[in-house]
């Protein structure tokens, strides 16, 4: 950094003036017919001109709501990122905002009626029950940062998979709620306003006495400690306060997830350095972020038919930002914090469980091939295939078994592999960007106009992905691909997607249930010389990994350690990334981009007792194996004919398990 | 095997339509008198109009949604539920696969894996050279055509075509413009423009479209709701169902309650109406927006 933009002040005065001018085109574009009486139909209309009151009610409300919510969402990531010590945590990664949009999808459904009691205290019930749940699983280990933030990544992506099967089965009754839910700022009064003003006002109080003792964690826990703080006390207040804040955000303008994450970020990176400094000043750039990208929105969209959401918006403008600032953000060394993290007692005889694993993976999948839906007279009943059925089961239930079954052996070595190079249980397929990339390229493939392409999805997502592999070594070869710094990166990425994603929702446009179903993960179009080449690749790719267990063991000791020990650790950090790669790209072409295999897997085999790295990846195969073969088997046949995305059904057991598991930590 | 015959048959018809020789088709179509074709539809607009040419389809997509979108015609309760629209249930259309699959571009991305198991035939409203309305006259035909009701489709194309002059004499002399949206929340609304059969129903009748801003593949755009004051002459036809609690939330919204078309009472809504589908969901929209609108008609006149 060069000493001249050592403070946020020119960073904040930059994005200050951006606001300026584009508010000052905005006004001059949307209301050049009221030009002189801006302040007058700002603050007091004339009853009688539409113009006036458009501006009064929508325009201006609208500026004050972007700069109140992006100052709360900011004050909230700040204080999750200060008492879990921890960058990547911000209330989307802590499970807050899918809690409130699952209560609010739930209760639109449902319970119409609850509805009128307003939507943000429903929002907020969920953001709480989701942290009600963290808390509950991290809990007994006195709510210690890696499992806080582990959990709230679970709960976030349970809650989400809920979410996305009831979009499934529910497009046209809640295309408003995709609105809502990729964060359209539109005001219609000054309801919203005051509803965060006094909410953000009453948080600031509350976070005042806080400040002192949050302060102190910057030195070590232990230094803390002896400093007679309660940590648990302290973590419980300082996080209550973060979501709070959060869901109060949630609830008025819907899911805004960049700014909470990115502010603090940049505060910190531009020079704030004592907590007070880094708060003040995250508020001032989220709320400037949010304007901006807000007002840049209004500009665009007379030119579109489709609604581009703010929100969206701002992870789409933010994640280049993020690649940029990545390479000159400060954070602690590459050596990983696993001391905080997990500990397992270790169990004997693993070789005999991983026999019973194969075993039970192999019924899983006669199982699932022998029992489906037959037709019988005029409906369809459920039914054991004899072998008459043989036509039915090699062509059509054979290819989504055998596809689920490879995916999920892809993505468990790819997370294992990922866990293990980076130390980072919250490593996954999905937060290195990889599979973001892939599902990127294959959007845009869907979103080109019908038929005019001899393009495939293949060619399409193998550029997105070796377009995010680029990214990632671009931006990380400087530091030796440091494992937090490319886990950030990742992030980056992945969030540019979740953008497209909303974008493509919120748009209102039909195909988005096609898109919908193919990120959740569906073998629907598996056929049979796909399944074996994939099945191929798969086999391929799992042969070349076993090979690498000594580096598997090594590199969780930290990069110094694994150097002392001979290994050089670059090459193998370049290697074990690139196998990653392949298999991701080759698992989410086939299945979509789902992180949840990726992420649970590993952890499930460590908790079966798994610890050494070729015991461990064995265990994560089969279980992945036998997750998604059980996944796909129960969204065939659970809501027959209607099927569920593989995907999310390996969601929801995954999440299940490995929930449990935390609690008996 | 008792598989064969229908599937020789089916293959026929197949031959027939890629040749497009009538003779052909007309043998096969004789040969298969004894038995109606099983005819499967993922597509509403497919099902709506074969209902409404006097055809029972052996298997329509998602009828829940139908149900609380499309409303008419009703669905015979022979027809059986072949799951989601873009993902036909392939396990089950194997098992007796229906002679002919009627889909939709929109929700095709495989056709050749769909027609290993049974011809799969696009017939869509949309995504055709032609307008809206022939190519919406062009599809009952086609479908007429396939079913051998070619004489019920004649008559409902003629109908339709009486109802749409019937509602131009109605409307005739009709002046000020009118946007037509249906709402997806509280703030936001879809407002129809060419490219539909909202926009048919402007381009036959002297009703203006208030709306002139781009419009997407369906023919609306989605759009907040102050945009729908550019024009405060203009009158609103709200297409129902609102979406859950939006008719209470607009009591809050000071946008809507400020809009000229609302204060001044120029604001009406009509039932529920797929306006993406076929000539029976047109003549429901037309016959809703000539009850709504005539009454303003005639008071221009006087």
Not at chain 1, 144 to 155: I, K, N, Q, R
Not at chain 1, 318 to 344: D, H, M, N, Y
Not at chain 1, 427 to 453: D, H, K, N, Q
Not at chain 2, 284 to 289: G, P
Request: with cysteine.
């Amino acid at each position: 950094m060069s000493p001249r933009t050592s403070s946020p002040l020119w960073f904040a005065l930059a994005l200050g003036l951006l606001a300026l001018g584009l508010g000052y085109a905005t006004l001059t574009l949307q209301f050049g017919d009221l030009s002189g009486h801006w302040w007058q139909a700002a603050v007091s209309p004339d009853d009688a001109s539409i113009r006036q009151i458009v501006m009064h009610y929508t325009f201006a409300p609208r500026l004050v709501v972007a700069l109140l919510s992006g100052a709360a969402l900011a004050l909230a990531g700040c204080l999750m990122q200060q008492v879990l010590r921890n960058p990547l945590a911000s209330p989307a990664t802590l499970g807050v905002t899918s809690g409130a949009q699952l209560a609010l999808v739930v209760a639109t459904l449902w319970a119409p009626g609850w509805m009128l009691a307003g939507r943000e205290w429903i929002a907020l019930i969920g953001g709480i029950a989701a942290t009600l749940l963290v808390f509950a699983l991290s809990w007994k280990r006195r709510l210690a940062p890696m499992v806080v933030v582990l959990s709230g990544m679970v709960v976030g992506l349970y809650f989400s998979a809920i979410n996305s099967a009831l979009l499934l089965f529910h497009q046209e009754s809640l295309s408003g709620l995709f609105i809502w839910g990729s964060g359209a700022l539109a005001q219609d009064n000054w309801h919203d306003t005051r509803f965060l003003l006094v909410r953000l006002a009453i948080a600031l109080v509350l976070a005042l006495p806080l400040l002192r003792p949050l302060a102190l964690l910057d030195l070590e826990e232990e230094g803390a400690r002896s400093l007679g703080i309660s940590l648990r006390k302290l973590r419980f207040a300082a996080l209550g306060l973060g979501i709070f804040i959060t869901a109060c955000v949630v609830s008025a303008v819907g899911l805004i997830g960049f700014i909470g994450l990115a502010s603090p970020a940049i505060a910190r990176l531009s020079g704030a350095r004592t907590l007070p400094q880094r708060l003040v000043w995250s508020m001032i750039i989220g709320a400037l972020l949010l304007v901006v990208t807000d007002l840049g929105v209004q500009q665009l969209s007379p030119f579109t038919a489709s609604m581009l959401p703010t929100g969206a918006m701002t992870a789409a403008l933010g994640a280049p930002l993020l690649l940029w600032l990545l390479p000159r953000l400060k954070i602690g060394g590459s050596r990983p914090t696993p001391a905080t993290g997990l500990t397992l007692p270790r169990r004997a005889d693993p070789q005999r469980r991983l026999w019973l694993l194969a075993a039970l993976t192999l019924i899983g999948a006669l199982l699932s091939l022998v029992l489906g839906f037959m037709l019988s007279g005029s409906g369809a009943h459920p039914s054991i295939a004899g072998p008459a059925d043989w036509g039915l089961i090699l062509e059509w239930r054979l290819p989504r078994v055998a596809t689920a079954a490879a995916a999920g052996l892809m993505l468990a070595i790819a997370g294992t592999l990922l866990q293990r190079m980076t130390g980072n249980p919250m490593a996954s397929p999905e937060v290195l960007g990889i599979s973001a990339g892939v599902a990127i390229g294959v959007i845009a493939l869907m979103l080109l106009p019908l038929g005019i392409a001899p393009l495939s999805g293949s060619v399409t997502g193998f550029c997105g992905a070796a377009v995010a592999l680029l990214v990632l070594v671009v931006s990380n070869r400087r530091s030796g691909f440091a494992p937090e710094r490319l886990l950030l990166t990742g992030i980056a990425i992945s969030s540019l997607l979740d953008a497209m994603r909303a974008i493509v929702l919120a748009s209102d446009d039909p195909r988005a249930q096609q898109l919908l179903s193919w990120l959740g993960g569906s073998t629907y179009y598996a056929s049979l010389s796909s399944s074996a080449w994939i099945v191929v690749i798969a086999l391929a790719l799992f042969a070349l990994t076993l090979p690498l267990h000594r580096w598997l063991t090594l590199l969780p000791l930290g990069a110094p350690t694994a150097k002392a020990l001979g290994m050089d650790v670059d090459r193998s950090r370049l290697l074990l990334l690139t196998l990653v790669a392949l298999l991701t790209v080759a698992a989410t072409l086939v299945i979509g981009p789902l992180s949840f295999i990726g992420l649970m897997a590993p952890h499930m085999a460590r908790l079966m007792g798994f610890h050494g790295a070729r015991h461990q990846l064995l265990g994560a195969s089969l279980l992945g194996m036998l997750v998604m073969i059980l996944a796909d088997w129960l969204g065939r046949n659970l809501f027959f004919p209607y099927q569920l995305p593989a995907g999310l059904i390996a969601a929801l057991i995954g999440g299940v398990y490995f929930m449990w598991g935390l609690r008996r930590l | 095997m008792p598989r064969v015959r229908p599937f020789i048959l089916s293959l026929a018809l197949v031959v027939a339509w890629l040749t497009g020789s009538p003779t052909l088709a007309n043998t096969a179509l004789a040969d298969e008198a004894q038995r109606s074709p099983r005819i499967a539809a993922a597509n509403w607009t497919a099902a709506e109009t074969l209902i409404a040419l006097g055809v029972t389809p052996y298997a329509v997509s998602d009828i829940p949604n139908y149900n609380a979108w499309v409303k008419a015609p009703a669905i015979p309760s022979a027809t059986i539920d072949i799951g989601l629209r873009n993902e036909p249930n392939l396990e089950l259309l194997a098992q007796h696969p229906p002679d002919l699959l009627l889909s939709s571009a929109l929700f095709s991305r495989d056709n050749a894996r769909l027609e290993r198991l049974m011809p799969v035939r696009m017939i869509d409203g949309f995504y055709t050279d032609q307008p809206f309305f022939e190519a919406t006259i062009a599809m009952t035909r086609q479908i007429g055509e396939l079913t051998g009701h070619q004489a019920q489709a004649e008559t409902l194309i003629a109908e339709t075509t009486r109802q749409l002059e019937a509602a131009s004499q109605a409307l005739k002399g009709i002046d000020t413009p009118v946007y037509i949206v249906q709402f997806s929340d509280a703030q936001h609304v879809r407002v129809f423009g060419e490219g539909n059969m909202v926009g048919t129903l402007f381009a036959r009748t002297d009703l203006e479209n208030a709306w002139t801003g781009p419009t997407n593949a369906w023919g609306y755009a989605s759009i907040p709701i102050d945009r729908l004051a550019a024009h405060p002459e203009a009158s609103i036809v709200v297409i129902e169902p609102y979406p859950r609690q939006v008719e209470r939330e607009l009591d809050d919204n000071q946008i809507w309650q400020h809009l000229p078309a609302v204060r001044e009472g120029r604001l009406s809504s009509i039932d529920p109406v797929w306006p993406y589908g076929g000539l029976i969901s047109l003549q429901r929209l037309v016959e809703s927006m000539v009850d709504v609108m005539a009454p303003v008609a005639k008071d221009n006149h006087s």
